[in-house]
């Protein structure tokens, strides 16, 4: 069965926004590729695995290859064709990985996009257009990065994670604040554990919960705080570089929220309190 879901490269993940477009369709008896930004390529759902009580990985597979790996940081977008809505992911499969994209959906009652896509099942199709590079990385480029996301604006923290501790050349120091409701909301917990315990002096992770454990909880409580950035996140300087990614009331927290025509705005909430400049403060 063909569901009428697009995906689609953009440069810029805005929480969770949605977003209106149009796109023409790919010409029929075009050559075989496995992903290009440049027009739709039908890909296969080839497996949903659940991930806890409202979020599943969808594995999306490439017809053939791809001869390089995605660029970091990128995202896709998915489309629902009847409604023209789209909505940015950031896959969170291997940064090597050639020959699928995997993508964390959360589900949200009155998430259209979500709902649409928690309704595909293995075998059924859907388009895909991308990738578009949000932000150009190279290893090295700053010292620290520290990075402050809530919920599965996580994606895109992970994707560059990865890229950086998989580089035995790349000596950039990461601080990751994340924020959720409980600890089972907690995505790719187990990864970042692991991650963190292999690489405890380039990889810090501090997490706080509006709803934490009764027992053995250390961590933060409650909203992202200017004290949890002072005391997790490097002070502001031109070898630091901040990430923000989550729910729009988050990111009007922690650091403004991106235009209107998804450029990054000037930065706001707590960030600036603190000194951070333009150049300092990215948003996904």
Known sequence: MFKKVVIAGLAGVGGYTLYKTTFNNPKKNSPLLPLTPEKFIPLTV??????NHNTSIFRLKFQKPLKEAFPIASCVLVKDDSSQIVRPYTPISLVNELNHIDLMVKRYDNGHMSKLIHSL???DKI????????????ANMKKHIGMICGGTGITPMHQLIDCILRNPEDKTKVYLIYANISKEDILLYEELEKWAKEKPEQLKIYYTLDNPPKDNWAQGVGFVSQQMVKENIPAPSDDVLVLVCGPGGMMRHVSGTKNRDRSQGPVEGILKEL?????QVHKF
Do not use: A, M, R
């Not at 080839?46 to 991930?51: A, D, E, F, L, R």
């Not at 388009?127 to 190279?138: A, C, F, R």
């Open 46 to 51: 080839s497996n949903i695995t659940p991930y």
């Open 121 to 123: 099942k293995v075998g």
């Open 127 to 138: 388009d895909v257009k991308g990738p578009i590079t949000t932000l150009p990385y190279s």
């Open 275 to 279: 000194g951070y400049t333009q150049n």
